[in-house]
């Protein structure tokens, strides 16, 4: 498997960030009784305007938010782990606005869970880790689905890295997809339609990004390399801006053993689906 980290990782956030919103921030520390004992916790007291620190440790959580904001910053995706052993550790429906940064996301058990789930929300995940989901890392869905994720790590899942479907449409950029039993990069459903920008997908069991049942996306400057298949596969009914034809001008699909784009019917077949 590849390093998660392949240089020392950055030093923690010590310092309680300001919070921009101008309400109250709620420490997690549990390790100090005078703080959140998890992140839980802490998320429930906080109103719209507060946020929340996370200080360094390895928390068992897991965080369901819906129907409200989110301000949720940890102190380094390699000092703040969440992990849960019962569902997914992060849960988000219908969340309006917000962000999370600086955490990582872990599933620990043996159901049908992700490590993070991301449904109908528009709020901003940035600088986290996903990892060791049984179904994808993240799957992000639902017809009202419009987060951004910039510069987060999706290793370890046992289906793929990000999973868009169900009509959503988010922003994914600079995200890094390695080392997924399946795809980094999945796309599938009519209405369905990312932006997949500067994404790094390698070393990936199957293939690079997947699209299919007629999935659209932009798919611009992203890299694609050393998965075990194909850079790009998709099925006819889907399509790509910009067309196949340029795609390969548009992105870096080098250095996969079957090549760099395929359009096939059956683009699950190796995997009895």
């Known amino acids: ?6 240089s020392d990782p950055p030093a923690p956030i010590q310092e309680i960030p300001p919070n921009p919103l101008g309400g109250k921030t709620f420490v997690v520390d549990q390790s100090d009784v005078d703080c959140y004992p998890r992140p839980s916790a802490a998320i ?4 719209s305007q507060d946020q929340v620190f996370i200080r ?11 129907d409200q904001p989110i301000h949720l910053i940890g102190a380094g995706r390699d000092h703040v782990q969440i992990f849960s052993r019962r569902s997914g550790p992060l849960y988000l429906q219908k969340v309006p606005s917000g962000y999370i940064s600086g955490i990582t996301f872990r599933y620990v058990g043996s159901d049908q869970h992700s490590a993070m789930n991301i449904l109908d929300s528009t709020c901003a995940i940035s600088q986290c880790r996903a990892m060791e989901g049984i179904l994808s890392g993240i799957v992000i869905y639902g017809p009202e689905c419009r987060p951004t994720l910039s510069d987060n790590e999706v290793c370890s899942n046992r289906e793929s890295g990000i999973f868009t479907f169900g ?19 999945a796309v599938r459903d009519d209405g369905s339609n990312p932006d997949l920008i ?6 990936n069991m199957l293939s690079g ?9 932009l798919i611009l400057e992203n890299t694609c390399e050393r998965n075990f298949h194909w850079g790009v596969v998709m099925t006819p009914d889907s399509q790509t801006s910009p067309e196949q034809e340029q795609l390969l001008q548009a992105n870096a699909l080098t250095n996969n053993p079957r090549g760099a784009l395929i359009v096939t019917h059956e683009p699950l077949s190796e995997i009895g689906r």
């Open 1 to 6: 498997m590849s390093s998660i980290s392949k």
């Open 44 to 47: 429930k007291d906080a109103k």
């Open 56 to 66: 360094p440790g390895i928390y068992e959580d897991r965080l369901f938010v819906a």
């Open 167 to 185: 009509g959503a449409r988010p922003y994914l950029t600079k995200n890094v997809c390695f080392d997924n039993h399946h795809f980094g990069l």
């Open 198 to 203: 500067k994404n790094f997908c390698h070393h």
């Open 209 to 217: 990004i997947l699209l299919f049942h007629g999935a659209k996306a």
